[in-house]
């Protein structure tokens, strides 16, 4: 089923930028002798500034294929290309950030060391490194805490530092694998604004995983829904609410609560396969 979207990212740079294409993905692990086949032919692609949400049951494929996606898997077959080209097992792609579900913070850095890793890696003078920080800091309600330890900080505003981590370095592509998984309820929505609101001036092109669809309709423009493993797509939804959003608010809405509906029975069906032995 096909919903008509109402947002269109606003966005002026070629189309062939930025952009996402996955092509008859598989993916069969071997473990002790036995084959899994965790992914079976997935092809999607998200366009340039798209935010699109990977949704499925636990053990669906879900992390595979952006791990494939990330180079951190090698694909069993089928092909990955991000703004046109190839992407290589094992290899970085150029302008492409990774946030994981665990915070990967260094414990003995400070909040600020740690925002600033990845620009000291990439080279980048101490002044301009100390600004760029500067700002993630503001950016994520964290200029308190610069000099703090990671150990001092609640989960959520760990999982703001490791977010600020990777935006630091100003990644055109963000492929993010349950970033807020481990979070409260509270503390995730918090979240689900601050992301949106950094979206929405950055529009980064996003590919999100969860099993979470009240976060999939927060956050997406686009959820694909994954079939119990192996993991197919199973269908596509456009999520049609208007831009900026509210994380609170949008949860209010009549329309909110009839795509849950309509696409939770979907999931459910998915959920219930997935249990049977
Ligand atoms: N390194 C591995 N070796 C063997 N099997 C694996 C490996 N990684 C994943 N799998 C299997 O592949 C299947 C898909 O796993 P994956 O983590 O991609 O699912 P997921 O949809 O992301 O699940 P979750 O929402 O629980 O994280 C599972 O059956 C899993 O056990």
Redesign the pocket.
Known sequence: MTIQALHTPHVDAPPETRRIDVRGLC?T???AGTA?E??RDVSFNVRRGEFVA?L????????????MIATL?KPTSGQILIDGTPVVPGQATPNVGYVF?RDTLFPWRTVADNIGYGLELAGVPAAERKDRVRACLAQAGLQDFDNAYPSALSGGMRQRAALMRTLVVEPQVLLM??PFGALDTHTKIDMHDVLLRIWEREQQTVLF???DLGEALTLADRIIL?SA???RIKESFEVDFARPRNAVKIRETPRYAELFQLIWHSLGEEFIKGRKP
């Open positions: 993916k692990f071997q473990l899994i965790a992914v990977l499925g049951p636990s053990g669906s494929g879900k992390s595979t294929v952006l791990n898997v579900q694998d349950e995983v969860t099993h994954f493993r192996p993991g």
